[in-house]
C-alpha cells in the first residue's frame, strides 16, 4: 500500500497502520530503491514483519509497490517522503524493531558530509525510536561512509557499534549486485542503542492532530483589482519559507489560484491557495484540496501570505481563518 503524508497521524500508530498484524515486529527500510531487500529478508521470519518502506524516488516507489505486491507482503507500506520527516513526525517513540539502510548514498565529495543521513541527529532520532533489543541495520559499499557513520554512531552517545556480516538479503539489492559485479564487498554494522534517548518530534506535528480547520479568510475585493499585478514573493517565518509562485485564472468558476512554496525543515509542499467568489460578491480565500496537502503552520501561512497580498493591493478582509 503506498501512503502519502497525509494518510499518516503524528505519530501514527502500528495497531492503525496495520489492523490485521498488530502485534508483529515493525521494520522501517530507508531508501528500498526498487524494493528487493523485503521479499528476501521478510522470507527469513516464519510471519512476515510489518514494513514500512521510505524512499523519495517516485520511480523506486512504483517498482518495490510492484515488487512487493508480486510478493504478497500485504502488511507493507511504501511512501515518497524523506526520511528526515518520516522518522521524526510519524514513528512513535520505542516502537520499531529494526531500521534498516542498504547502500545509502554515499556524498563522497569533500564537504558534501552533510548530505549524508547517517550522523549524529539521525542516531539520535533513532534510538529514540527504537524498542529495547531493536537497532540500525547499516549495509555500505563505501568503506569511507562506514567509517564514517560508525565515528558518527560513538559520537551521538547512544549508540553501540557491532561490526558484523550482513543479513543476507541485504546482498540482493540492486546496488549490491552492482558493487559484486565490480568485485566490491560490503560492510555492515548494526548501532544498537545503549541508554534511552528522549524523542523529538517535527516542531508542527502535535500542531497537525489538533488542526482540522482549513485555512481560509473571506474579504472583498477593490473595484480596479488586477490580478496581473502579482509578483512572486518570499514571506518567511520562525519555521517555514513561503514563496508565492505564480498566479492563474481558473476558467470554471472564475476567480484565481494562487501556487505557493512551502518549506519547514526538511518538508516541502507545493500548495494550491483558491480565490474564489461568494454569492454576496465578496471572496473566499482558501487552501485547496488539490495533491493533499497537510495543514502545518507553514501551509497556513501561504493562505496568509495570499490574503496579505490581495489587502496591499487594496482588498478589505472580513474574517481570517488561517
Ligand atoms: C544508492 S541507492 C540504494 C537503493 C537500495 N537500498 C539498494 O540497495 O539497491 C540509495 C537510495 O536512497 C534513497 N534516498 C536518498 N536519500 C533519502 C532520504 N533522505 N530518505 C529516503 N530515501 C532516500 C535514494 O532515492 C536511493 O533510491
Redesign the pocket.
Known amino acids: 500500500m503506498i501512503y502519502r503524508l497525509g494518510d499518516f497521524h503524528f505519530p501514527d500508530d502500528p495497531a492503525r497502520l496495520y489492523p490485521g498484524t498488530p502485534t508483529r515486529p515493525w521494520v522501517l527500510e530507508?531508501?528500498?530503491?526498487?524494493g528487493?531487500?523485503w521479499p528476501h529478508y521478510a522470507r527469513t521470519f516464519a510471519e512476515a514483519p510489518n514494513y514500512l518502506g521510505?524512499?523519495?524516488?517516485g520511480t523506486?516507489l512504483l517498482k518495490a509497490h510492484r515488487r512487493l505486491k508480486d510478493a504478497g507482503l500485504d502488511n507493507a507500506i511504501l511512501t515518497k517522503?524523506?526520511?528526515?520527516v518520516l522518522l521524526p513526525g510519524v514513528i512513535p517513540p520505542a516502537s520499531l524493531d529494526a531500521i534498516v539502510v542498504?547502500?545509502?548514498?554515499p556524498w563522497p565529495k569533500a564537504g558534501h558530509e552533510d548530505h549524508r543521513?547517517l550522523r549524529v541527529p539521525f542516531f539520535q532520532q533513532a534510538a529514540s525510536r527504537l524498542k529495547s533489543g531493536g537497532a540500525v541495520l547499516l549495509t555500505t559499499d563505501h568503506e569511507e561512509y562506514f567509517e564514517f557513520a560508525c565515528a558518527q554512531a560513538e559520537a551521538s552517545g547512544v549508540m553501540r557499534v557491532e561490526r558484523t556480516e550482513p543479513p543476507a538479503a541485504a546482498l540482493e539489492?540492486?546496488?549490491?549486485l552492482k558493487w559484486r559485479d565490480l568485485g566490491l564487498g560490503a560492510n555492515h554494522a548494526r548501532f544498537v542503542p545503549t541508554a534511552p534517548t528522549p524523542a523529538t518530534f517535527l516542531p508542527f506535528a502535535p500542531y497537525l492532530e489538533s488542526e482540522p480547520n482549513v485555512p481560509h479568510a473571506v474579504l472583498t475585493l477593490p473595484a480596479d483589482f488586477a490580478p496581473q499585478a502579482f509578483q512572486k514573493q518570499t514571506v518567511r517565518g520562525p519555521h517555514w519559507t513561503v514563496v508565492l509562485l505564480d498566479l492563474y485564472a481558473t476558467l470554471r468558476r472564475g476567480g484565481w489560484v494562487a501556487l505557493a512554496h512551502v518549506v519547514e525543515g526538511d518538508l516541502t509542499q507545493e500548495v494550491l491557495v483558491g480565490i474564489t467568489e461568494r454569492e454576496d460578491g465578496t471572496h473566499l480565500v482558501r487552501l485547496a484540496k488539490f495533491g493533499g496537502p497537510i495543514i502545518t503552520p507553514g501551509v497556513k501561512a501561504a493562505v496568509g501570505a495570499v490574503t496579505e497580498w490581495l489587502e496591499r493591493e487594496g482588498a478589505a478582509v472580513k474574517h481570517r481563518g488561517y
Request: glycine share 8%; proline share 8%.
Open positions: 530507508i531508501g528500498f530503491g526498487d528487493r531487500f521510505v524512499e523519495i524516488s523506486s517522503l524523506p526520511a528526515e542498504n547502500f545509502p548514498d543521513l539489492t540492486k546496488y549490491a
